[in-house]
């Protein structure tokens, strides 16, 4: 296993030095996912599936990258597709909730307005932290539509009397990606 490791960070390093093409210095970069024969699959498939995972995490972690398969990191992922899968029936299934986070003036101690958050209320799991939910809807690319969701909850609340006679004002947090789109 260790002399197979080796040689894959060999590869690595010969196919970061740069190529010339047509007159242009091209870099490669590669990741490399392993699964180790008996320890990490005792047939084919297994070891495949394996190793895929593996790759997934090394380009996780960037380019150039040599991971080897490990049941945790494996586990990881599996959650994080069932969070993935869970959170795209959430906005249908009425599961997130705006709540909105009152901003005071430090001087007056007046309400000068709120800051949208969403909330995740999961049937079975209670509520989901956003620390884990917003990485993941972002890696998918689901976060654009959470956020027009969280835009239309919010533009509902500015439509009420008291949120426009008040002059208050409303933060809502937009992704980057959202940005993007």
């Known amino acids: 296993l260790e002399r197979v490791q080796a040689e894959a960070r060999d590869w690595l390093a010969a196919l970061a ?18 699964g180790h024969f008996p320890e990490d699959g005792d047939s084919a498939d297994t070891l495949l599936r394996h190793a895929e995972s593996a790759l997934r995490g090394a380009k996780g972690e960037g380019r150039n990258t040599l991971r080897r398969y490990d049941p945790l990191q494996h586990q990881a992922s599996l959650e994080r597709l069932l969070l ?60 654009v539509s ?13 439509a009420q009397p008291a949120f426009v006679e008040g002059g208050l004002r409303l933060s809502v947090n937009i992704s980057a990606i959202q940005f993007g789109h």
């Open 146 to 158: 959470l956020g027009e969701w969280v835009m239309r909850q919010s533009c509902m609340l500015l």
């Open 17 to 34: 030095e740069p190529i010339e093409l047509q007159g242009h210095a091209v870099t490669i970069t590669v990741s490399v996912g392993l």
């Open 84 to 143: 993935l899968s869970s959170l795209r029936r959430a906005v249908p299934a009425g599961e997130l909730h705006a709540w909105y986070q009152p901003k005071l003036d430090l001087h007056s101690r007046e309400l000068v307005g709120a800051e949208a958050l969403v909330r995740w209320q999961h049937p079975q799991w209670g509520l989901v932290s956003p620390v884990e939910f917003i990485p993941v809807a972002e890696e998918s690319e689901l976060i």
